[in-house]
């Protein structure tokens, strides 16, 4: 690489000149964070008038249709453009049945957030870990060797699952199962439901990480044996995200995801360099526990931290911002 200067060094060039005033600042600022990038994860579970707390995520809840509905409303409201749907059954099964049912938890919210908020961008995640009763991601088999995630039999209810998702309104799909395949599967079922004008957001490059230790409370979709590394990947690797990422493009995705986010800026600045697609970063719960948890003892300042650390991920390539601070943020960024 040349060096970024064309010619000369000090005294010339002084890069402090462009610092002086906050409006000097404001006009050579590279990156810029916009709440018109933010998308706030949802959690859904049946009932009435439920705001179940989420113990490790101050702030978080899980929401019966109705209360979610009244959030996303208010997020809405605030200059949140987009909600991304969990949802969390009321009974699960080793066909994850729930996940594709038409009444199913997220089918109902996403029919009800369409009709109250027409505006709103309604993605769903699509995987089969909260529906599962062992609580993993696909289909599972004991063999000689201990119990195996199966990926070929996982793919038709992937697939099931995404095309119910459009059938009851969601904009755009997002399938965070990491089974291989499941996008062309996933593509292919909704091109033949009618459904060839649906976006796929892929969790294309989707690690096996530790920081999604608060989210498993909040969805209730922590793995009852073994643990994801048979399918999510590993956190050394770098050129294996870029695998990843070429097949889900073959394979059709429009978006494509990297998660977790602040522990891995160097494969997002890789994706969005490579492919140059809209590339999301999911700020996931463990980097969004730890802000709050340090700012509750007074050892860091929520808003300026949460601020910087979701500006890094734009600076790094991402496109959309996945937080779970997606409201505050956006009153933030209008003061
Ligand atoms: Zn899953």
């Given amino acids: 690489?040349?060096?970024?200067?064309p010619y000369g060094g000090f005294p010339v060039h002084r890069p402090r000149r462009l610092r002086e005033s906050p409006a000097l600042?404001?006009?050579?600022?590279?990156?810029?964070?916009?709440?018109?990038?933010?998308?706030?994860?949802?959690?859904?579970?049946?009932?009435r008038k439920v705001r179940q707390p989420v113990g490790s995520m101050p702030g978080v809840f899980q929401l019966s249709p109705d209360e979610l509905v009244r959030d996303a409303g208010l997020a809405f409201a605030a200059g949140v453009p987009s909600v991304l749907l969990f949802g969390i059954p009321g009974r699960k099964d080793e066909r994850a049945s729930g996940a594709y049912a038409r009444n199913g938890i997220v089918q109902q919210t996403v029919r009800?957030?369409?009709?109250?908020?027409?505006?709103l961008l309604v993605l769903t995640d699509v995987c089969l870990c909260e529906y599962m009763s062992h609580g993993h991601c696909g289909v599972v088999k004991p063999g000689p060797r201990g119990t195996r995630v199966l990926n070929d039999p996982s793919l038709?209810?992937?697939?099931?699952?995404?095309?119910?998702?459009?059938?009851?309104?969601?904009d755009i799909v997002a399938p965070s199962d990491m089974m291989d395949g499941r996008v062309r599967a996933i593509r292919a079922a909704l091109d033949q439901?009618?459904?060839?004008?649906?976006?796929?957001?892929?969790?294309?490059?989707?690690?096996?990480?530790?920081?999604?230790?608060?989210?498993?409370?909040?969805?209730?979709?922590?793995?009852?044996?073994?643990?994801?590394?048979?399918?999510?990947?590993?956190?050394?690797?770098?050129?294996?995200?870029?695998?990843?990422?070429?097949l889900d493009v073959a394979e059709g995705a429009d978006i494509v995801m990297v998660k977790p986010a602040l522990a891995y800026l160097d494969i997002i600045h890789r994706v969005k360099s490579t492919f140059r697609l809209p590339t999301a970063a999911y700020a996931v719960s463990g980097e969004f526990s730890?802000?709050?948890?340090?700012?509750?003892?007074?050892?860091?300042?929520?808003?300026?931290?949460?601020?910087?650390?979701?500006?890094?991920?734009?600076?790094?390539?991402?496109?959309?911002v996945i937080t779970y601070a997606a409201k505050e943020v956006a009153g933030w960024l209008k003061e």
């Avoid at 690489?1 to 200067?5: K, N, V």
């Avoid at 006009?27 to 949802?42: C, I, K």
């Avoid at 038709?156 to 969601?170: D, I, Q, W």
């Avoid at 909040?218 to 050129?239: C, T, V």
């Fill in 1 to 5: 690489m040349s060096s970024p200067l």
């Fill in 193 to 246: 439901a009618g459904f060839s004008h649906t976006p796929i957001m892929s969790y294309a490059a989707k690690y096996a990480s530790a920081f999604y230790g608060p989210f498993r409370d909040a969805a209730e979709s922590a793995p009852k044996f073994g643990d994801r590394l048979s399918y999510q990947m590993d956190a050394a690797n770098s050129d294996e995200a870029m695998r990843e990422v070429a």
């Fill in 290 to 320: 730890m802000i709050k948890a340090a700012a509750a003892r007074g050892w860091l300042d929520e808003k300026a931290v949460t601020l910087e650390a979701l500006l890094s991920l734009r600076r790094a390539g991402a496109d959309i």
């Fill in 112 to 119: 009800l957030l369409k009709r109250e908020l027409p505006g």
């Fill in 156 to 170: 038709a209810l992937l697939a099931r699952t995404a095309a119910s998702h459009a059938e009851a309104g969601a």
């Fill in 25 to 47: 600042r404001r006009l050579v600022r590279e990156t810029r964070l916009s709440a018109e990038q933010l998308v706030l994860p949802l959690f859904a579970r049946p009932g």
